[in-house]
Structures are given as structure tokens and as C-alpha cells.
Antibody, heavy 122, light 107 residues
Framework: QVQLVESGGGLVKPGGSLRLSCAAS????????MSWIRQAPGKGLEWVSY????????YYADSVKGRFTISRDNAKNSLYLQMNSLRAEDTAVYYC???????????????WGQGTLVTVSS | EIVLTQSPGTLSLSPGERATLSCRAS???????LAWYQQKPGQAPRLLIY???SRATGIPDRFSGSGSGTDFTLTISRLEPEDFAVYYC????????FGGGTKVEIK
């Protein structure tokens, strides 16, 4: 079955860096756009970034542009999110999700991984 | 930028009752590019509806979506115990954006 498993979350100080990974299985990873979405504790959902199936096209939310970098390795069926200059407001559960609909922005998210918690605190 | 407003914030109902959740956009959503998700505590969101009215794979037919333009509705015809959760709408006609959520709780 289709499965997405995130890893790499943890506690980091403000200004620090963290790299999240998402391992995909059960589908042809290289055929799909992928995305990161986050959810602050007790809050709603916020889209973070998209990457096209080949990795050639990337989009970011304004809140993370210039600080976060999305990438993928289709040979390893893996999605990544490099997070630099982290702020307290980046504290959230980060989900990776498959985006089956097509080119940006015409995409919903299905399925989602279980999420990994990133806490930015001194 | 489009703003999605979900109402009510909380819906208190009993199993077997009908639930009607609203998602209103500040501008027209292109081509009914609207999705609905269900999230239970400690779990990731699950896609229910895309394209405003198309059920995702494996979603029971008691879930239905409708609407166009700026007004969209998720209806759960008869609430089952497992349906008590938070529901989010998402528009994808422009940069993806989620509504604030509606919590469906047991009365």
C-alpha cells in the first residue's frame, strides 16, 4: 500500500538547521508531485512547499521562502526538506504528502505521512 | 489572496444525525478546486473529497461534497462514531490554502 514515513524532526535552537526526510513506498514515486505541509501545535494546516515529479519545479510559501529548501531523490524514493534559520514560529508537525492532481497549484494531498515534530526553542 | 472561512467552529451532534459543514471563500475558487480532509487526534489528515464533489478512494458514500464559486459544503448523511473529528477544507485554484477547521463532536 501507499506509505509515506517522515523522519528527522527534533528540538533545535532558534537560528539552527534541521533536515527532514520522507521515505515513500507502494507507488511510483518519480511520477508524482510531492509536498510538505505543517501544523503548529493545536493549530490548523499550512502548506509549506511543492516539488514537481522531476524536481525541476519548486514552490514555497512566503513564510519559508529563502530559509527552507525542498528536494527529492527519485532513485531513493525520498523527499527532503532542509530547514535553515529556524524560528519559534516554525514549531510544528511536518507532514509529507503526495500531490496527485497535476501541475501546481492544482493539487490536493493524498496520502499524508504520520508527521514528524519540529520544535524550535532555546 | 483567498481566505477560507469554515463554519461552524464546532458542531455538536449525536451518532446517526446529519452533519453539514460550510467552507466559504473570499473569492471564487477556480474550477471548484476544493478538497476536504478529516483529521482525528494524533493522526494525519485524510483526504475525503477533491474537485468539490469527488470522493477519494475508500471514502464511504455517507460523505458528500457540493458547491461552487465561493460556497462549499461537506455533508455527512448519518454520523458514525468514527466520524467525530476535525474537518478542513483546502482550495487549490491558487497557492494552496486551508480553512481553519470545523470540529464535529459528540453531543
Amino acid at each position: 500500500q501507499v506509505q509515506l514515513v517522515e523522519s528527522g524532526g527534533g528540538l533545535v535552537k532558534p537560528g539552527g538547521s534541521l533536515r527532514l526526510s520522507c521515505a515513500a513506498s507502494g507507488f511510483t514515486f518519480s511520477d508524482y508531485y510531492m509536498s510538505w505541509i505543517r501544523q503548529a501545535p493545536g493549530k490548523g494546516l499550512e502548506w509549506v512547499s511543492y516539488i514537481s515529479s522531476s524536481g525541476s519545479t519548486i514552490y514555497y510559501a512566503d513564510s519559508v521562502k529563502g530559509r527552507f529548501t525542498i528536494s527529492r531523490d527519485n532513485a531513493k524514493n525520498s523527499l527532503y526538506l532542509q530547514m535553515n534559520s529556524l524560528r519559534a514560529e516554525d514549531t510544528a508537525v511536518y507532514y509529507c504528502a503526495r500531490a496527485p492532481g497535476g501541475e501546481f497549484p492544482v493539487n490536493w494531498f493524498d496520502p499524508w505521512g504520520q508527521g514528524t515534530l519540529v520544535t524550535v526553542s532555546s | 489572496e483567498i481566505v477560507l472561512t469554515q463554519s461552524p467552529g464546532t458542531l455538536s451532534l449525536s451518532p446517526g444525525e446529519r452533519a453539514t459543514l460550510s467552507c466559504r471563500a473570499s473569492q471564487s475558487v477556480s474550477s471548484s478546486y476544493l478538497a476536504w480532509y478529516q483529521q482525528k487526534p494524533g493522526q494525519a489528515p485524510r483526504l475525503l473529497i477533491y474537485g468539490a464533489s469527488s470522493r477519494a478512494t475508500g471514502i464511504p458514500d455517507r460523505f458528500s461534497g457540493s458547491g461552487s464559486g465561493t460556497d462549499f459544503t461537506l455533508t455527512i448523511s448519518r454520523l458514525e462514531p468514527e466520524d467525530f473529528a476535525v474537518y478542513y477544507c483546502q482550495q487549490y485554484g491558487s497557492s494552496p490554502l486551508f480553512g481553519g477547521g470545523t470540529k464535529v463532536e459528540i453531543k
